[in-house]
């Protein structure tokens, strides 16, 4: 139990579908970060949230909206995605973005499956 | 742009015996290196984070070494066990604070 929590753990969704993804931290940090995990690919950051404010944006296609209305929630809207944005979801959060000690912490993922 | 490999891809050894897991990144300056677990279509678990000042964190069985002038980082876990089969993941915070990860290794502990 990392103190991060995501739900839904699993979604399967059409392409016309509009989902959305949560994530929660109880660590009290002021940072939260959305990656994707394909198979056989490296974890690539998609967003980054600082103090509420979104600090990066990985070049992510706009059918991925992400919203952090506050340090401990942080959502991904979905909306038209295509089969090739099946992935494990992970949401992270840190302290905050600066600084060399600023370990980030995962919580377990939400696996998705575009039809 | 910073680069993350990790070599080799899988590894597979007898219980008992030590790992040694690499992790090598083309930007040296970078702030810190953290290490990673992650179990089957799990989330990641933090193992031990290095920051750019330090040569080596430990923890139990396991200790990681930082090299920056030549990019390396290296995970040691000392008399693996069944238990310790996953796949471990390195990941270095560079310039722009974000992390940037290896592709993992593969590891598979035999009873």
């Known amino acids: 139990e990392t103190g991060v929590t995501q739900t839904p753990r699993h979604l399967v969704m059409g392409m016309t579908n509009k989902k959305s993804l949560k994530c929660e931290q109880h660590?009290?940090?002021?940072?939260m970060y959305w990656y994707k995990q394909s198979a056989k690919k490296p974890l690539e950051l998609m967003f980054v949230?600082?103090?509420?404010?979104?600090?990066e944006n990985n070049s992510v296609p706009s059918r991925f909206s992400p919203e952090c209305p506050n340090s401990s929630h942080l959502f991904l809207h979905l909306h038209t995605l295509q089969p090739e944005d099946s992935a494990l979801y992970l949401c992270a959060s840190s302290r905050e973005t600066s600084g060399s000690y600023n370990e980030q912490f995962f919580g377990p993922g939400t696996r998705l499956t575009v039809l | 742009k910073q680069e993350v490999t990790q070599i080799p891809a899988a590894l597979s050894v007898p219980e008992g015996e030590n790992l040694v897991l690499n992790c090598s990144f083309t930007?040296?300056?970078?702030?810190?290196l953290q290490w990673f677990r992650q179990d089957p279509g799990k989330g990641l678990t933090s193992l031990l984070l290095?920051?750019?000042?330090?040569r080596e964190q430990t923890s139990g069985r396991l200790n990681a070494s930082l090299d920056k002038s030549s990019g390396r980082s290296t995970l040691y876990i000392a008399a693996s066990q069944p238990g310790d089969s996953a796949t471990y993941l390195c990941a270095s915070k560079a310039a722009g604070n974000k992390l940037t990860f290896g592709g993992g290794t593969r590891v598979l502990v035999k009873p």
């Open positions: 949230y600082n103090f509420k404010e979104q600090t």
């Open positions: 930007d040296s300056a970078i702030y810190n």
């Open positions: 660590l009290g940090h002021n940072a």
């Open positions: 290095i920051q750019s000042s330090q």
